[in-house]
T-cell receptor, first 113, second 113 residues
Framework: KAGVTQTPRYLIKTRGQQVTLSCSPI?????VSWYQQTPGQGLQFLFE???????NKGNFPGRFSGRQFSNSRSEMNVSTLELGDSALYLC????????????FGPGTRLTVL | GQQLNQSPQSMFIQEGEDVSMNCTSS?????WLWYKQDPGEGPVLLIA?????ELTSNGRLTAQFGITRKDSFLNISASIPSDVGIYFC?????????????FGQGTILTVHP
């Protein structure tokens, strides 16, 4: 069974631009969670989608948004990029139950200049 | 955001030695997970724990879900060079905390041949 895939793997943007990252979950998984990983803050939860609905959201500004499609693929968008948005963005998929183990993709490395 | 207290932050050991690391929290979790991350990649699931007191092994790895549901530990026996990486604990609170893993700061493991 194919794992979680994320595209693109690397991205360089400048301040003020916006970016869209994509995540394809493991086949059959209906939940996708997004995380931001930085050296200073570690792994921080952004949001979770299940069957096209956002069920949970972390403490990030409204510039961070996401959506999920009917095939469970998910995208996250960051608008008006800031230097501090430079990070590894990880998505993880699971069955979506309350004890659902999450499987991570390889991540998208975003650099904001 | 909240993070689990993971220790030690780093370990330098000789090949063949055993390794122990642990995670504590002020909150209760329904699921404890242990992941390993290599540079530039996403975390890879090592062990999942679902019940207080549960002891689970995966090859040379053994992990336990603390009885209070506020802690967990991971042991690696007879370490080998490919054990090098960053190990993360993560907790899933359940209930309405859909898809939200709370992570420890990570333990950086270095194994000298």
């Amino acid at each position: 069974k194919a794992g979680v895939t994320q595209t693109p793997r690397y991205l360089i943007k400048t301040r003020g631009q916006q970016v869209t990252l994509s995540c394809s979950p493991i086949s059959g998984h209906r939940s996708v969670s997004w995380y931001q990983q930085t050296p200073g803050q570690g792994l921080q939860f952004l949001f979770e989608y299940f069957s096209e609905t956002q069920r949970n959201k972390g403490n990030f500004p409204g510039r961070f948004s996401g959506r999920q499609f009917s095939n469970s693929r998910s995208e996250m968008n960051v608008s008006t990029l800031e230097l501090g948005d430079s990070a590894l963005y990880l998505c993880a998929s699971s069955w979506g139950t309350s004890r659902g183990v999450q499987y991570f993709g390889p991540g998208t490395r975003l650099t904001v200049l | 955001g909240q993070q689990l207290n993971q220790s030690p932050q780093s370990m330098f050991i000789q090949e063949g030695e055993d390794v122990s690391m642990n995670c504590t929290s002020s909150s209760i979790f329904n699921t404890w997970l242990w992941y390993k991350q290599d540079p530039g990649e996403g975390p890879v699931l090592l062990i999942a724990l679902y019940k207080a007191g549960e002891l689970t092994s995966n090859g040379r790895l053994t992990a336990q879900f603390g009885i209070t549901r506020k802690d967990s530990f991971l042991n690696i026996s007879a370490s080998i060079p490919s054990d090098v990486g960053i190990y993360f604990c993560a907790g899933l609170a359940g209930g309405t905390s859909y898809g939200k893993l709370t992570f420890g700061q990570g333990t950086i493991l270095t194994v000298h041949p």
